[in-house]
């Protein structure tokens, strides 16, 4: 039993680790670092390398095959990891509770169906908002909600598929085929975009199934462990643990295993998984307190490259007598701060200075503390915004 527990850990934790590097290795934040590395490993030379194989061997008739079927996976709206993810709960929540229930005591059941509920309850509503998706009748609204920081937005951008003027902090979902007002990413495990108006249950949903995760993984500790407590007999006071060696004390832990499986497995699974939803919580409160999302994330990302690299200058607005053309559009905006601040790219300015000669006002900057993010108003007002200023 002690082999098999081990293989059921190393199987939860390598699932984990596959996962977390999928969902997070294409972070900025990861890029240079061993987990960016295992990220390109993961999702683009080993499948190259399978690719070459099945050439190979196959005639190259099952990679055009499997590439539709990644290709429908990763880039066509459909709900099977909406599905896959609330079965995982269901089935887990099925396994777990009838078993734990008669073991519980009034606390315990009372706080059970508290925890349990609010994922479902946030799911659907994350999958379920179309507020966020920018249409002719709220289009001015969502202008308005913003301003242009003509850094990462810059105003008079058309969107080709909608045939709207992009407002600032939307992005064109190819998926929901829809432009999405303040888009931060769309969410395979709801099906949906999340953007201005969903993305605050999509906080409730990390936050709730983290708390359910922390909780059942707690739950499953518990009941095992008092489990061994009744088999193993000690002078009382003692934990039954005390003065073991490490190995039996494994022993014992897969014992109880194999005697609770549906309680052990499911308690083992959320404590795994608990570090995922765990570090997706602290990754979004984080770019809360930065004033980001995470599309703006990646291309603050782009800029800092680019900064290092010597490449960009900045300049005033207003010195540059470009704040004219869209102040009427700007003076509408209902943000406290507003951008006086160019940035352009050094090649794009040799282009541009070829004919107009306004080379002097641009000055070179070195670091991204430099520019200014016009959307970052502080923790507790980026928090405000995320929750009030949703329509
Ligand atoms: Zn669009
Ligand atoms: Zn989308």
Known sequence: MLVSFKTLLFAITAI????????????????????????????????????????????????????????????????????????????????????????????????????????????????????SRITASNHAAQMRAYPYDHVLYKPGIQCRTCKLLKPARSKHCSICKACVAKHDHHCIW?????????????????????????????????????????????????HWSTGMAWSLYFQYWSWALSQEIRIGAVGLLAFMCMPLSGGFLIYHIYLIWAGMTTNESSKWADWREAIYDGLVLKASKTQSGQSRSNEAVESEVKWPVSSDQLLIHRSVLEVQDEGEGTGDKWKPIYSLAEVENIYDLGFWDNLHDVFWNRR
């Not at 995760?213 to 088999?231: H, I, V």
Request: glycine share 8%.
């Open 16 to 131: 984990s680790f596959c996962t977390f590097i999928a969902l997070f290795g294409r972070l900025p934040a990861f890029r240079d670092t061993p987990i960016g590395s295992l990220h390109r490993l993961l999702l683009i030379h080993i499948p190259s390398f399978l690719r070459s194989v099945d050439y190979r061997f196959c005639g190259g008739h099952v990679s055009p095959a499997l590439a539709r079927l990644g290709n429908y996976l990763m880039h066509d709206k459909h709900p099977l990891v909406l599905i896959m993810f609330i079965g995982l709960l269901v089935v887990s929540e099925c396994m777990f509770i009838p078993k734990a229930w008669p073991r519980l005591g009034s606390g315990h059941r009372l706080l059970v169906p508290l925890v349990a509920t609010p994922p479902y309850i946030y799911i659907y509503l994350a999958a379920t908002s179309n507020a």
């Open 190 to 238: 709801v099906n949906n975009c999340l953007g201005r108006d969903n993305y605050v249950h999509f906080i409730y949903l990390l936050i709730s199934v983290t708390v359910l995760l922390c909780y059942g993984a707690y739950l499953g500790y518990a009941l095992l462990s008092q489990r061994l407590k009744t088999e193993i007999s000690r002078p009382s006071g003692q």
